[in-house]
């Protein structure tokens, strides 16, 4: 993507609707704080990624969205209505799978459908034969739950959430069980659901996974949201990795060093073993703004140094996410 992309798409995003807003969240259990702030927004049209670490207060958070527990301080405003005081106005835009969807396995998808429709005001067989093919559930939405594949259940509970017509979807770790290609397929079906204009907040474990399929995403731990920005954009803002091919090697980096480089000498902590790889033993890392090599090449060829190599290295989502949470494991 081009910078002219990427600033179209930035304004495209600044013009979209805020269908989920949250302010300064919190939530005390006991004389313990599990969330301690939490503030973001997501938008119609958008996939928006939720990443914490054990412990970091994102199931809580989720919890709080739903109004399945109370917040202690904070709000939480969906499609301009305060869940907290008009609970059922504003989770009548919500559509969600938090944990694993639960069905009666005993019953067809197309039964199961029926049944949480009945749940659910202006549901008819219309509008659940929109949300099978929506799901692509056509050919076996008339067998038993029970003989539906893991990727298929989590189609289904999909197609449960999207009933009500809603304007945001929450799935918490929607990749859960599921095979590469199911994983895919799925990446591709929640895209399309945004393309709709579908507002998705999704939270997972799988940061690639989140790269791929995120616009934008929040990123939580001990219960304060970290970052918060569109994938490319808080990647390229924070460390920019150079990665140098200089003969003869010890006075090229006697002179990057001379000349205020920062020299990286654990390579591995901060790169991804693919890039480690296909790097040779004699390759010096740094870290720099990239606007400052063009000032140093012409320096090192006037010190004779041979430039056999120059690559710039963006970090991965995951090498971010652990810079900011200190090493963190993730969920």
Known sequence: MTATDEAVKGQEQKGRQAVLSVERLR????????????????????????????????TTT??????????????VTICGYD????????????????????????????????HFGRMLSGVDERRIAEVVEIVG?????HDKVKTYSLGMRQRLGIAQALLGRPRLLILDEPTNGLDPKGIKELRLFIRRLAEEGLAVFVSSHLLSE????CDRVAIISRGRVLAVGAVEELISENSNYMIWELAPRDHGLKLLEAAGV????????????TIIA?????????????EDVQAILPRLVAEGIQIHAVQRINPTLEQLFLELTEGESIE
């Open 262 to 273: 920062t020299l990286i000498p654990d390579a591995d902590a901060v790169l991804d073993a």
């Open 278 to 290: 296909g790097m040779s033993e004699e390759a010096i890392v740094t870290q720099m703004v990239p």
């Open 210 to 213: 989140i790269q791929l399929l």
């Open 27 to 58: 939530k005390k259990i006991g004389r313990k704080w599990i969330v301690q702030d939490v503030t973001f927004e997501v938008h119609e049209g958008e996939v928006f990624g939720f990443l914490g670490p054990n412990g970091a207060g994102k």
């Open 137 to 141: 559930l056509d050919q076996r939405i």
């Open 83 to 114: 869940v907290r005081r008009q609970p059922e106005q504003a989770l009548a835009y919500v559509g969600s799978i938090v944990e694993n969807p639960e069905m009666y396995p005993y019953l067809t998808g197309w039964e199961n459908l029926q």
């Open 62 to 75: 989720i919890r709080m969205l739903v109004d399945l527990i109370r917040p202690t301080e904070g709000k």
